[in-house]
C-alpha cells in the first residue's frame, strides 16, 4: 500500500503582544515580567539538530532555526520561531526547508516541506506525485519535476513550496511556487530568489538550480545564479543529538541595561533569574532570549536539550 505524507509547515503558533507606545514598555533596568518557554519546534525530528539563529541590525527581533537532519544526513523538517520587539507578535512555523528575512525585516520568506514516501516500491508512483499535485493546485509533470531525492535508502521524494509570511502581523501566504529548499531575497527586497531541490539526498546540498519570483503572486521571472553575499548571516550554534553534552560555561550577551548571563545552566537577565538553560542570543532588550533548555520529557534515545525561545515579559 502507498504510504502518502505531506507535511507542509504543519503546525503554525501565533501569539500577538499589544502594539504599544514607548511608554507602555517596561523600563530596561526592571525585573523581567511574566515569563514563558516557547519551543522552537514542535514538528517532527530526525536524527541530528543545529541550532542556528539570525537578528536584525537593530537587534529588535530574532529568526531562531532547529535545522534537522536524518540518517546519513537526509533531509529533514525544520522548526523556525520568529519573535519581534517591537509588536510582541511570536509566531512558530514548523515543517520548512529554509527561511530568510526581506532586507527590512517586514516579511519572511520560507520553503514550506513536504516528503513522500513511496513506502515498499522502488520509487515514488505517479498516484503519489498526483495526490500532492491536486492538493497544491498544480499539474502532476510540475510535481514530479519539482520532486528531489529525499532518502538514498528508501524511495522517497521531497517537495517545497514558496510561503512568505508577514512580519508585523503573523500572516501566511503560501504561493504557486513548487521551489524554497533554500531561500533568499534580492537587495531591494523586490525579488525572491527559490532554490529547487538539491540533486543528491544531502541535507546540506545546495539547490539544483534558482529562479527569481514575484513574491505578490509568486510568478516565476526567470532563472538566477544569485549573488553569495545576499545570504543571511546565520550564526550557527550547539549541535542538539542524543550523544552531545552541551557546553554549560559562562555565556554573556549584551542587552540594553545589562546583560543576559547563563552560568551552569541558569540563564538571568540584568541579574534576574530567567530560568535553566544555555543562552545562545537575546533581542535588544532581552525581551526575547534563544536557549538551549534541559527537555524533561525526553525518552531514553531522544535529545536532552531542546531549543527554547524563553519570552521575559517585556510586552505584556
Given at each position: 500500500?502507498?504510504?502518502?505524507?505531506l507535511l507542509a509547515?504543519?503546525?503554525?503558533e501565533?501569539?500577538d503582544?499589544?502594539?504599544?507606545g514607548?511608554?507602555?514598555l517596561?523600563?530596561d533596568?526592571a525585573?523581567?515580567g511574566?515569563i514563558?518557554?516557547?519551543?522552537?519546534?514542535?514538528?517532527?525530528?530526525?536524527?541530528?539538530?543545529m541550532?542556528?539563529w539570525?537578528?536584525?541590525?537593530?537587534?529588535?527581533?530574532?529568526?531562531?532555526v532547529e535545522?534537522?537532519?536524518?540518517i546519513?544526513n537526509e533531509?529533514?523538517?525544520?522548526g523556525?520561531l520568529?519573535?519581534?520587539e517591537?509588536t510582541?507578535l511570536?509566531?512558530?512555523l514548523?515543517s520548512i526547508?529554509?527561511?530568510?528575512p526581506?532586507?527590512?525585516w517586514?516579511q519572511?520568506?520560507f520553503?514550506?516541506a513536504?516528503i513522500?514516501?513511496?513506502?515498499e516500491?522502488d520509487?515514488?508512483?505517479?498516484d503519489?506525485f498526483?495526490?500532492v499535485?491536486?492538493r497544491?493546485?498544480v499539474?502532476?509533470?510540475?510535481?514530479?519535476?519539482?520532486?528531489?531525492?529525499?532518502?538514498g535508502?528508501a524511495a522517497?521524494a521531497?517537495?517545497?513550496q514558496?510561503g512568505?509570511?508577514d512580519?508585523a502581523?503573523?500572516?501566511?501566504?503560501r504561493?504557486?511556487l513548487?521551489?524554497?529548499?533554500?531561500?533568499?531575497w534580492?537587495g531591494?527586497g523586490?525579488?525572491?530568489l527559490?532554490?529547487?531541490?538539491?540533486r543528491?539526498s544531502d541535507?546540506?546540498?545546495?539547490p539544483?538550480?534558482?529562479v527569481?519570483?514575484?513574491?505578490?503572486?509568486g510568478?516565476v521571472?526567470?532563472p538566477?545564479?544569485?549573488d553569495?553575499?545576499l545570504a543571511p548571516?546565520w550564526?550557527?550554534g550547539?549541535?542538539?543529538?542524543?550523544?552531545v553534552?552541551?557546553?554549560?560555561g559562562r555565556?554573556?550577551?549584551?542587552?540594553?541595561g545589562g546583560?543576559?548571563?547563563?552560568?551552569s545552566?541558569r540563564i538571568?537577565?540584568r541579574?534576574h533569574?530567567?530560568?535553566?538553560?544555555?543562552?545562545?542570543?537575546?533581542?535588544?532588550?532581552g525581551c526575547?532570549?534563544?536557549a538551549?533548555?534541559?527537555d524533561?520529557?525526553a525518552?531514553e534515545?531522544?535529545?536532552k536539550?531542546?531549543?527554547?525561545?524563553?519570552?521575559t515579559g517585556?510586552?505584556r
Amino acid at each position: 500500500m502507498i504510504l502518502l505524507l505531506l507535511l507542509a509547515a504543519c503546525q503554525r503558533e501565533r501569539a500577538d503582544g499589544a502594539a504599544a507606545g514607548a511608554d507602555t514598555l517596561v523600563p530596561d533596568s526592571a525585573p523581567p515580567g511574566l515569563i514563558s518557554v516557547i519551543r522552537v519546534n514542535e514538528g517532527q525530528r530526525g536524527m541530528i539538530a543545529m541550532a542556528k539563529w539570525l537578528l536584525p541590525s537593530d537587534g529588535n527581533a530574532m529568526i531562531v532555526v532547529e535545522d534537522w537532519s536524518s540518517i546519513e544526513n537526509e533531509p529533514f523538517f525544520d522548526g523556525m520561531l520568529f519573535a519581534s520587539e517591537s509588536t510582541g507578535l511570536v509566531v512558530r512555523l514548523d515543517s520548512i526547508w529554509d527561511a530568510a528575512p526581506s532586507p527590512d525585516w517586514s516579511q519572511v520568506a520560507f520553503g514550506a516541506a513536504m516528503i513522500i514516501r513511496g513506502g515498499e516500491q522502488d520509487e515514488v508512483p505517479a498516484d503519489s506525485f498526483r495526490a500532492v499535485a491536486e492538493r497544491l493546485g498544480v499539474s502532476v509533470d510540475e510535481a514530479r519535476d519539482a520532486g528531489f531525492p529525499a532518502s538514498g535508502m528508501a524511495a522517497m521524494a521531497g517537495l517545497a513550496q514558496l510561503g512568505i509570511m508577514d512580519a508585523a502581523t503573523g500572516t501566511e501566504r503560501r504561493l504557486p511556487l513548487l521551489a524554497g529548499w533554500r531561500v533568499l531575497w534580492s537587495g531591494d527586497g523586490q525579488t525572491l530568489l527559490a532554490g529547487r531541490g538539491p540533486r543528491r539526498s544531502d541535507d546540506d546540498d545546495p539547490p539544483s538550480r534558482w529562479v527569481a519570483a514575484e513574491p505578490a503572486t509568486g510568478a516565476v521571472v526567470g532563472p538566477v545564479e544569485p549573488d553569495p553575499a545576499l545570504a543571511p548571516a546565520w550564526v550557527s550554534g550547539p549541535t542538539i543529538d542524543m550523544s552531545v553534552d552541551p557546553d554549560t560555561g559562562r555565556v554573556e550577551i549584551a542587552v540594553e541595561g545589562g546583560a543576559v548571563v547563563s552560568d551552569s545552566s541558569r540563564i538571568t537577565l540584568r541579574g534576574h533569574p530567567i530560568g535553566p538553560g544555555i543562552a545562545l542570543a537575546a533581542t535588544r532588550r532581552g525581551c526575547y532570549i534563544a536557549a538551549l533548555v534541559p527537555d524533561s520529557t525526553a525518552g531514553e534515545y531522544d535529545p536532552k536539550h531542546r531549543l527554547m525561545v524563553y519570552d521575559t515579559g517585556c510586552r505584556r
